[in-house]
């Protein structure tokens, strides 16, 4: 399944490549990701073979307390 997330505060492409290493950690692929500096906000399109494996993993990260 394919999808896509949006992190806030994120002011450079830094803050985003924590959010990535947490979704990679609980199974994902990374299909592309981006980051409005402007409006400090982070994209990730993703794809997960079981989303809600992912998600219930995925709410334990720190990441997870930045998505919008």
Request: charged share 30%; proline share 0%; hydrophobic share 35%.
């Amino acid at each position: 399944m394919k999808s896509t997330l949006e992190f806030y505060e994120c002011e450079h492409s830094g803050d985003l490549d924590n959010y990535v290493s947490d979704m990679l950690d609980c199974g994902a692929t990374i299909l592309s990701s981006s980051v409005d500096t402007e409006d400090e906000i982070g994209y990730v399109r993703f794809e997960v073979d079981d989303i809600e494996t992912f998600m219930f993993k995925f709410k334990d990260t720190e990441a997870y307390e930045f998505v919008n």
